[in-house]
C-alpha cells in the first residue's frame, strides 16, 4: 500500500486518502488494483483501492469503490460466506476495469480466510453452486388462504399497485407452469417482467385478490351457499341474497336481473367494509372522479361493480382524512388587521 508497516502499533499514525486521486497519466508509470474482501454473519463486503507508481518513484494510493451485501436469512457458516465475499471482490474488480479510462497493470486480491485460499488452490473437491433464491410456490387463481394470506395488502397503499403486485405473481406462477414454447415474456421461474400487463392479467389478479378476502371474511356465508342452506340470520349478508358466480366470487342477487344494465351494476361484488382493500377502493375511485364528494365516490364504486358492507360511512370517512379534499374545502384564512395608524385614532 502507500507505505510497509512493520509492526501494528504503526496503525495509529497510518492515514491514507479518502478517494483515489489521480494523477497526469504521463507522470504515471505503474497502475494496479488492491481488492479487499471481508464477511460477517451479518454482511459480506469488498473494496477496491487503486496504487500509482509515479515517475519520480512515489506512490499514491486511494479508495475506488466499495461494495456491501446483507448475509442471507438463512444461516451460513462464515467459510461460506468469506467465499461470498470473495466473488463479490472478483465481480467488484471487473466492474472497476470495465469502467475506469486507465489501462491496469495488474490487480491484487486480499482475504483474511484460509478457507478461501485453501479452496481456490482445491483441485479436487468443489462446493455446490450457492444460490439464495426465494422459494416461490405456484400461485394458481383458486389459492387457499394457507397460501395467499390477506394480512399482506396491508402493506401497499394504493389498489394500482396491489393489483399489478399481484398480477405478477401469477404470471410467474404461470411461467412454472408453461414449457419454453408457450412462453409470452420469454422467461420462466422467478423473475421482473417488463412487460406491460394485459387487462386479462389484472382482472384475473383482481379477482384473485377479492376472493381471498371474501374467503378470509364470510368462511361461514361461502359454505352455507355451497352447501344449499340457509344463511346465519345474524350475517350482514342476509339481506343481500348473495351467490357465488363462475369465478367463485360473491355478489349481491336482487331484483334487477331484467334491468338493461351491466352485469357487474346489476350484481355488484360483495366488499367487507373494515377490510383495507376496501380502504384502498373508495380511495382509488375517490382520485377518479378528482375528489368531487361522497355521492360522486359512491356512484363511482357501484358503475365499477363493487357492494361495499357499510359503504356510505367508510366514504365519509376516507374523504373526512383526504388531505386533497382538506385544501380544496377549507375555509378562505382571513388575515389578522394591523394596528390603527395614530392618524386615524386622532380627534
Given at each position: 500500500?502507500?507505505?510497509?508497516?512493520?509492526?501494528?502499533?504503526?496503525?495509529e499514525?497510518?492515514?491514507?486518502e479518502?478517494w483515489a486521486?489521480?494523477p497526469?497519466?504521463?507522470?504515471m508509470?505503474?497502475?494496479e488494483f488492491?481488492v479487499?474482501?471481508d464477511a460477517?454473519?451479518?454482511?459480506?463486503a469488498a473494496v477496491v483501492y487503486l496504487r500509482v507508481?509515479?515517475?519520480n518513484?512515489?506512490?499514491?494510493?486511494?479508495?475506488v469503490?466499495?461494495r456491501?451485501?446483507?448475509?442471507p436469512?438463512t444461516?451460513h457458516?462464515?467459510?461460506?460466506?468469506?467465499?461470498c465475499?470473495?466473488v463479490l471482490?472478483?465481480?467488484?474488480?471487473?466492474l472497476v476495469?470495465?469502467?475506469?479510462d486507465?489501462?491496469i497493470?495488474?490487480?491484487?486480491f486480499y482475504?483474511d480466510?484460509k478457507v478461501?485460499?485453501?479452496?481456490i488452490?482445491?483441485?479436487t473437491r468443489?462446493f455446490?453452486v450457492y444460490?439464495?433464491?426465494?422459494e416461490?410456490?405456484?400461485?394458481?387463481?383458486?389459492s387457499?388462504n394457507?397460501q395467499?394470506?390477506?394480512?399482506?395488502?396491508?402493506?401497499?397503499?394504493?389498489w394500482?399497485?396491489?393489483?399489478?403486485?399481484?398480477s405478477?405473481?401469477?404470471?410467474?406462477?404461470?411461467?412454472?407452469?408453461k414449457t419454453?414454447?408457450?412462453?409470452t415474456c420469454?422467461?420462466?421461474g422467478w423473475?421482473?417482467?417488463e412487460?406491460?400487463?394485459t387487462?386479462?392479467?389484472l382482472?384475473?389478479s383482481?379477482n384473485?385478490?377479492?376472493?381471498?378476502v371474501q374467503?378470509?371474511?364470510?368462511?361461514q356465508?361461502?359454505s352455507s351457499?355451497?352447501?344449499n342452506t340457509?344463511?346465519?340470520?345474524?350475517?350482514?349478508l342476509?339481506t343481500?341474497?348473495p351467490?357465488?358466480?363462475e369465478?367463485?366470487?360473491?355478489r349481491?342477487?336482487g331484483?334487477i336481473?331484467?334491468?338493461?344494465l351491466?352485469?357487474?351494476?346489476?350484481?355488484?361484488?360483495?366488499i367487507?367494509?373494515k377490510?383495507?382493500?376496501a380502504t384502498?377502493l373508495?380511495?382509488?375511485?375517490h382520485?377518479?372522479?378528482?375528489h368531487q364528494?361522497r355521492?360522486f365516490?359512491?356512484r363511482?364504486i357501484?358503475?365499477?361493480?363493487?357492494w361495499i358492507?357499510?359503504?356510505?360511512?367508510c366514504v365519509?370517512m376516507?374523504i373526512?382524512h383526504?388531505?386533497?379534499?382538506r385544501?380544496l374545502?377549507?375555509p378562505?384564512?382571513?388575515q389578522k388587521?394591523?394596528?390603527?395608524?395614530?392618524?386615524?385614532?386622532s380627534?
Amino acid at each position: 500500500m502507500a507505505r510497509k508497516l512493520t509492526n501494528l502499533t504503526q496503525l495509529e499514525s497510518f492515514a491514507m486518502e479518502e478517494w483515489a486521486k489521480i494523477p497526469q497519466e504521463t507522470c504515471m508509470q505503474h497502475r494496479e488494483f488492491h481488492v479487499f474482501s471481508d464477511a460477517s454473519s451479518k454482511a459480506v463486503a469488498a473494496v477496491v483501492y487503486l496504487r500509482v507508481t509515479n515517475s519520480n518513484g512515489t506512490n499514491q494510493t486511494g479508495l475506488v469503490m466499495g461494495r456491501a451485501k446483507l448475509a442471507p436469512q438463512t444461516e451460513h457458516l462464515i467459510p461460506r460466506l468469506e467465499l461470498c465475499a470473495a466473488v463479490l471482490a472478483i465481480e467488484l474488480a471487473e466492474l472497476v476495469t470495465l469502467e475506469i479510462d486507465l489501462k491496469i497493470d495488474g490487480t491484487t486480491f486480499y482475504t483474511d480466510s484460509k478457507v478461501v485460499l485453501g479452496y481456490i488452490y482445491n483441485e479436487t473437491r468443489r462446493f455446490y453452486v450457492y444460490r439464495d433464491r426465494p422459494e416461490v410456490s405456484t400461485l394458481s387463481t383458486s389459492s387457499s388462504n394457507a397460501q395467499f394470506s390477506t394480512h399482506r395488502f396491508t402493506r401497499f397503499s394504493t389498489w394500482k399497485s396491489l393489483n399489478r403486485a399481484i398480477s405478477c405473481l401469477i404470471h410467474i406462477s404461470f411461467t412454472y407452469q408453461k414449457t419454453g414454447s408457450t412462453l409470452t415474456c420469454g422467461h420462466k421461474g422467478w423473475h421482473l417482467c417488463e412487460q406491460t400487463h394485459t387487462i386479462t392479467e389484472l382482472a384475473r389478479s383482481k379477482n384473485a385478490i377479492i376472493r381471498a378476502v371474501q374467503e378470509e371474511t364470510y368462511i361461514q356465508e361461502i359454505s352455507s351457499i355451497k352447501n344449499n342452506t340457509e344463511i346465519q340470520i345474524n350475517s350482514v349478508l342476509k339481506t343481500l341474497d348473495p351467490f357465488i358466480d363462475e369465478d367463485g366470487l360473491l355478489r349481491v342477487s336482487g331484483r334487477i336481473k331484467r334491468a338493461k344494465l351491466e352485469d357487474n351494476e346489476k350484481h355488484p361484488i360483495i366488499i367487507p367494509g373494515k377490510h383495507h382493500i376496501a380502504t384502498l377502493l373508495i380511495r382509488h375511485h375517490h382520485e377518479e372522479v378528482r375528489h368531487q364528494g361522497r355521492l360522486f365516490t359512491e356512484r363511482a364504486i357501484h358503475t365499477a361493480g363493487y357492494w361495499i358492507i357499510g359503504g356510505k360511512r367508510c366514504v365519509s370517512m376516507i374523504i373526512h382524512h383526504c388531505v386533497t379534499c382538506r385544501k380544496l374545502r377549507s375555509p378562505t384564512q382571513i388575515q389578522k388587521m394591523a394596528d390603527l395608524p395614530i392618524d386615524r385614532l386622532s380627534t
